[in-house]
């Protein structure tokens, strides 16, 4: 470990805006919604005791906020904004134009339910929803999680070879509102790691003239959606690389994923964000009585890495895919959609179900991830499953 | 500590139960413990029932849940009882503390609970302190005796340096807060006395 560190304790969303504020970016558009309106006001606090010199611009919609901070990617600086659920839905067009402008936003999505009915609480219909506006989408079990991605998401942008916009879960109100220890870099060590911004390339590059944001006809879009792909791929390796510097700075691992005690699992559960921290205490508890369980925590879903995902499942019987979003199928949601596609013709021997859990904030406990547990071990057991698609800890 | 604590708060809308919760996690994390308070986010309005919770470990916390079978029960407000449901979950050698100048055995009889209870007269300690209602730090104090989370001393000192930090400018704030904290820790009623 190279980095200067500090204990604090912190919010999530705390621990959001202090990311940025030592990120220090050019512009931060942002409008107020529940649960992450704490970021944009943490934020302005920042600037008007002048610890950040960023150009705050309070916007009049969502909309506006991610047009805005278009607007400022493209001309060539540093920008970020922040949002939840509806808001999220209401800059919907513009979230895709920012992603095929190639823009490297940041912005932080305080997971909340969609609308309606009118739900303020956690679960992920708002960032799955936007999971194929070509966005890469990085998910945190906890605060510390968050602001480690929110500062490896800014390097992993801004990275030549992806020059895509990032988007960092966290949990609204489970993480978002709960006070957590955790542990800091010195803003000299953050300033370091992101580095200046590049300025070369955007509008206000007079000596390099472009145009942005134009009209794409038939021979050219479909190209341009084959190059997304490609930034896609790229991201990869990227996000592989920057976690490996972002460790040796602060002694953290992060990859594709994290396998929790895995190597001699029979049974394991695949779940994003902080449902995964709850999992890794019911896994300790059962690991205890000798139940060889483990867990696979998700925080990379765009691009989805369903390769070495197979090689981490083929290790287990039977595995649990937790989705806190339904999609409304009838077969399932998009983690378990996308898991299961992933292993075709890679993992054999491995049955694969799906719970739907936590919608619009319904509390998933210990007890809740236990029963998960014990259905797959009765699956180990027999070698049958009674059901590949259910709603988890809700009467039927 | 061998065992995570696990603490329930139980309030009104504006009684300061979620600020006792981050106030108790900022204490215990000076104090070096791994930390979490967080409340249960509903419709938020003055004098509607309020939850909050507090995780407090030696090791590293991981679970993201609220907390149904705690190890200690803070009711802020009296009144909740016959309305909420405080005790739920409660085991019977586990302790709960309420707010009231009743005798911790007419309470205990209220509850209907078997366990040790804990009164504290947190509203007249703190009018008496501040000359405002604000039960919060006192029925803190006594969450800290009954719980044995860290001695008087270590507590008094921690809480001095956050209200210095948080009311720095409001002298007569810190030193009203010091005052309820000392004289709640003094006189918490347990309904096992004889």
Known sequence: MTGKQQKVSLSGNEAIATAMRQINPDVVAAYPITPSTEVPQYFSAFVANGQVDTDFVTVESEHSAMSATIGASAAGVRAMTATSANGLAYMWEVVYIAASMRLPIVMPVVNRALSGPLNIHCDHSDSMGAKDAGWIQLFSEDNQEVYDNIIQALRIAEHPDVSLPVMVMQDGFVTSHGLADMTILSDEDVKAFVGEKDYTGGLLDVDNPVSMGLMDLQPYYIKHKRQQVQAMENAKKVILDIAKEYEELTGRKYSYFEEYKMEDAEAAILVLNSTAGTAKYVVDLLREQGKKVGLIKLRLFRPFPGQELAQAIKKVKALAVMDRIDTFSTWGGPVFTEVRNACYGQVKDTEIVNYIYGLGGKDTDANDILSVYQDLMKIVETGKVDCYYQYLGIEE | ?194
Not at chain 2, 120 to 142: C, H, R, T, W, Y
Request: glycine share 8%.
């Open chain 2, 1 to 194: 500590m061998d065992k995570m604590l696990e603490i329930r708060w139980h309030g009104r809308g504006g009684q300061g139960v979620k600020t006792a919760s981050l106030l108790l996690a900022e204490a215990a994390f000076v104090a070096g413990k791994s930390i979490q308070g967080f409340p249960e986010y509903g419709p938020e309005r003055m004098g509607a029932p309020v939850t909050a919770y507090n995780r407090i470990s030696d090791n590293p916390i991981t679970i993201h849940s609220n907390i149904y079978e705690p190890d200690l029960v803070a009711v802020a407000d009296a009144t909740l009882i016959g309305t909420v449901d405080v005790t739920a979950g409660l085991k019977k050698e586990n302790p709960i503390i309420v707010n009231t100048d009743e005798d911790p055995k007419v309470i205990k009889e209220k509850l209907g609970f078997e366990g040790p209870v804990y009164t504290v007269d947190a509203n007249s300690i703190s009018v008496e302190a501040l000359g405002k209602v604000f039960p919060n730090v006192p029925m803190m104090a006594a969450v800290v005796k009954v719980s044995g989370l860290m001695s008087y001393e270590e507590f008094y000192s921690l809480m001095e340096k956050q209200f210095q930090k948080k009311f720095a400018t409001k002298q007569n704030v810190i030193a009203g807060n010091l005052k309820a904290l000392e004289k709640a820790f003094k006189e918490v009623k347990s309904s096992e006395e004889v």
